[in-house]
């Protein structure tokens, strides 16, 4: 699965921008929202009036990546406006497993983020909870910055916990992914790859998701092989 990251998108004209991408006859499978508040990170975005905004005028399933302190207090308000997938931060959340059986009483699929240096030990129970854990392949704030090779490891410990049955969630990636990196992330098992730059830094964002896939399921064709 593809997911077009909006942060590299034009934000005058966001609903569009969403149009270019997902909609009939073109290949977003979701879309990505960075929310960032200034505190969990350097940069600020957006927040849950535009997202509701955001839900109003696209039928492609928003992803929302919360990078906010005190998760457990506003996630819920994302998931109750309508959001697909509402993912949080494992070093901001309180009580992360409260707060996914929160966010699925609330209609959508929980999310648990891990930055490129927080390991997934301390968190391998919890996940049972979730239904998607986002590795960043980046330091969370910023779209494209290059791509942390070494997370890959983390990829593959996840996708061996799924392949055996311990956890049952999708793998998803973040950060400094094109048409170089997604091959090794998509041979090391990730389902969902989120892409900002280079998607909306392209030409035709439609034809560089198109592309972005046929990359991934070529190579996770032979990592499988
Ligand atoms: C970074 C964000 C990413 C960002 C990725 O903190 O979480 O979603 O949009 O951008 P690229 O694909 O350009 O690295
Ligand atoms: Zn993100």
């Not at 934000?11 to 149009?19: G, H, N, V």
Request: charged share 20%; aromatic share 4%; glycine share 8%.
């Amino acid at each position: 699965m593809i997911a077009p990251s909006i942060l590299s998108a034009d934000f005058a004209r966001l609903s569009d921008e969403m149009a270019a991408v997902g909609g009939p006859g073109r290949g977003a499978d979701w879309l990505h929202v960075d929310v960032m508040d200034a505190h969990f990170v350097p940069n600020l975005t957006l927040g849950l009036p535009v997202v509701e905004s955001l839900l109003r005028s696209t039928d492609t399933p928003l992803d929302c990546h919360l990078m906010i302190d005190a998760p457990d207090r506003w996630a819920p308000g994302y998931a109750e406006a309508g959001a697909h997938n509402v993912t949080v931060h494992a070093e901001a959340a309180e009580d992360p497993v409260a707060l996914a059986k929160n966010l699925r009483a609330a209609g959508a699929n929980a999310g648990l983020s891990v930055k490129p240096d927080t390991p997934l030990e301390p968190y391998t129970d919890v996940l049972k909870h979730y239904d998607t854990l986002l590795v960043m392949s980046v330091e969370p704030g910023f779209g494209g910055q290059k791509f942390i090779e070494r997370v890959l490891e983390k990829v593959r410990a996840a996708r061996r916990m799924v392949d055996t049955g311990h956890l049952n969630l999708l793998v998803e990636i973040d950060g400094g992914i094109n048409s170089d990196t997604i091959e090794q992330a998509a041979e090391a098992g990730v389902d969902c790859f989120v892409a900002g730059s280079a998607v909306y830094g392209a030409e035709d964002p439609a034809r560089a998701v198109e592309g972005l896939r046929a990359r991934a399921l070529d190579a996770s064709a032979h990592g499988s092989a």
